[in-house]
């Protein structure tokens, strides 16, 4: 599919066609978890990333046993495709997939485009909710080589790793500490990490949310200076928008030295004593 690196995507028919498919899993992760209940694809399991994915009181990952029982309990195993969809172009889809390969799980595909592609096309959906029988899901330890943590950033600002910020250019340049209507889940300070580019996760999606081509996204990154070869940190606000850009450059564009910073600016732009930059660096 538009020679991608890696076969992790697949198309909307694709799904409709599998909708009976007892090796599969569809499942749902949205920005608003509400929408599952207004309508959702049929079959789809419904994950509310804060309630499901989240420790609410670290505000870290749930560790792997965790992980493996709220998969398993949902009816989904090891032996199951997940795949993953979602709103705001399938952000926390991304970051769910992303979160499956941290904990050791390779069969998961991403829909390429998010939930509102499904129903604008007419589609079917549903608002039941779908039950299965508990089966046994086994999370593996988390890979770092695919997840950075905060001392990783800082070491990152003195060697090679490029680091791509990928929030708005109003939060980048420090304008806006957290995107409109999130106000009260911003960092103490505004601004971004000293060096980092600015790629915004948008730029790498069509109008519907669908991905662009291998070459455009090449292109896009390259000329922001990320390149082949080259160790990558992503980060945005909490992780879920950078989850996305991970995708790209990890998956489709088959970069194998990125890193997902999901502390990334609640955690830096809280931290005592870290450089941080204002400023479109233009």
């Not at 390779?106 to 508990?134: F, Q, Y």
């Not at 991970?246 to 990125?258: A, N, P």
Request: hydrophobic content about 35%; proline content about 4%.
């Amino acid at each position: 599919m538009a020679g991608y690196a890696k076969d992790v995507l697949v198309d909307t028919q694709w799904v409709e066609d599998h909708l009976e498919d007892p090796a599969v899993r569809i499942v749902e992760v949205d920005e608003n978890p509400a929408l599952y209940a207004d309508a959702h694809i049929p079959g789809a399991i419904g994950f509310d990333w804060r309630k499901d994915l989240q420790d609410p009181v670290r505000r870290d990952f749930l560790d792997a046993r965790a992980f493996g029982e709220l998969f398993g309990s949902r009816g989904i195993s090891n032996d199951h495709t997940i795949v993953l969809y979602g709103d705001r172009n399938n952000w926390f889809a991304a970051y769910t997939y992303w979160y499956l390969k941290y904990y050791g799980h390779d069969a998961v595909k991403l829909v390429n485009g998010p939930r509102e592609k499904w129903i604008a096309e007419g589609r079917p959906t549903s608002t039941d909710v779908p039950r299965h029988d508990a089966e046994t899901f086994t999370a593996q330890d988390g890979d770092a080589a695919i997840r950075a943590l905060r001392e990783e950033v800082l070491a990152a600002l003195d060697g090679g790793t490029r680091l791509v910020d990928v929030r708005s250019p109003q939060e980048y340049s420090g304008e806006l500490i957290a995107m409109p209507g999130y106000e009260q889940e911003g960092a103490q300070r505004g601004g971004h990490i000293p060096g980092a580019a600015s790629v915004p996760w948008a730029q790498a999606v069509r109008e519907d949310g669908t991905f662009k081509s291998a070459d455009e996204l090449a292109e896009l990154y390259g000329s922001k200076g990320v390149t082949n070869g080259a160790d990558i940190i992503a980060y945005c606000r909490i992780g879920e928008r950078s989850a996305h850009t991970w995708f790209v450059l990890h998956e489709l564009l088959g970069r194998d030295r990125v890193k997902n910073y999901d502390g990334s600016w609640t955690e830096w732009g809280n931290l005592v004593n870290v450089p941080i930059e204002k400023g479109s660096g233009s």
